[in-house]
């Protein structure tokens, strides 16, 4: 399941928020009954560009995880996408 969010003056368009929803689920080889959302929001420091990201994996039988990029989702590239979901990748030991 994807959940798309646009929320305040966020611009992600809902096509850049599905794809990179698909790039995380690629990424991180996540089963069909994980939750992934994507939420672009508005953002008051300079150093995101206006807009940041937020991405939220659910999983069954583990904690919700997140993350979050400085950037907005159009901006979201390969090498940054992989360096925060890293954060993910290497936090395995929790469960609810």
Known sequence: ???????GKGRAAPDATRELARRVRAFLELPDDATVSVTEFACGDPACGGAETAIIV???GRRTEHVKLLMPVASVG??????????I????????
Not at 1 to 7: D, E, I, K, N, S
Not at 78 to 87: E, F, K
């Open 1 to 7: 399941m994807v959940l798309l969010f646009r929320g």
């Open 89 to 96: 990748v290497h936090s395995k030991s929790g469960t609810s």
């Open 58 to 60: 659910m999983r069954p």
């Open 78 to 87: 390969d090498d940054a996408l992989r360096a925060v979901l890293a954060q």
